[in-house]
């Protein structure tokens, strides 16, 4: 019975179904809804202005690496930071979460038209593709990061799976950059390597000389 009462004394947050029914529809990395969802919970806590250092402990990041991820959620138009005086006319900042919510809302719009279908499923390969490169650099991409790689994807029409062999090449020799991966996918370029099946065929081929 304590423990009911510890748990039910330590309060409840709720979170619109409609984050998770289109996770895969939205363009926001893992660290991105992750830092989403604790910055929904701050807000409906109602705990003030938030401390920047407490909630990247929170989410296990280091603080440049979460305030870099909140200023990404707020250049995708996720959150708005909100400034506002309190009445010493002391500087603070506020955060709204409703944008985000306001865009899932379409999803559920019968009159909404969406030339969704390809759309959606270019959206969850850049994710899948930011969510991997995140993954093995061991932390958070800028934003500037994250349009290389949607640049790649979008402008130069590189699959994510040539993508995913050219961070695979990056982690094989310990060069954990964008820069390295970018030399890599233009010099199978440059061979005429333009598939990842092509790519594997030349590495068999150096393989057994």
Not at 52 to 60: D, G, N, P, S
Not at 107 to 125: E, G, H, I, K, W
Not at 172 to 177: C, D, G, I, K, P
Request: proline content about 4%; cysteine-free; hydrophobic content about 35%.
């Amino acid at each position: 019975m304590d423990e009911l009462r510890g748990i039910l004394g330590a309060g409840q947050v709720s979170f619109s179904r409609l984050l998770f029914d289109h996770y895969q529809d939205l363009d926001l990395t893992a660290s991105e809804f992750t830092v989403y969802l604790f910055i929904s919970e701050f807000v409906q806590m109602g705990k003030g202005e938030a401390d920047m250092r407490e909630l990247a402990q929170r989410t296990k990041m280091r603080p440049g690496d979460f305030t870099a991820v909140l200023s990404s959620l707020n250049d995708k138009g996720a959150i708005r930071i909100l400034t506002k005086k309190d009445d010493g006319g002391r500087l603070h900042d506020y955060y709204d979460v409703t944008p985000l919510l306001t865009k899932l809302l379409s999803y559920t719009d019968p009159q909404t038209v969406d030339p969704a279908a390809t759309r959606s499923q270019q959206t969850s390969a850049s994710r899948q593709v930011l969510n991997q490169v995140e993954t093995e650099f061991g932390r958070p991409l800028s934003p500037i990061e994250q349009q290389t790689v949607r640049a790649w994807l979008r402008d130069d029409h590189y699959s994510p799976e040539l993508v995913s062999l050219a961070l695979r090449e990056a982690v094989l020799n310990q060069a954990y950059s964008l820069k390295y991966m970018d030399r890599v996918l233009l010099s199978w370029e440059k061979n005429n390597l333009r598939t990842p099946e092509a790519v594997q065929r030349a590495q068999r081929r150096l393989d057994s000389l």
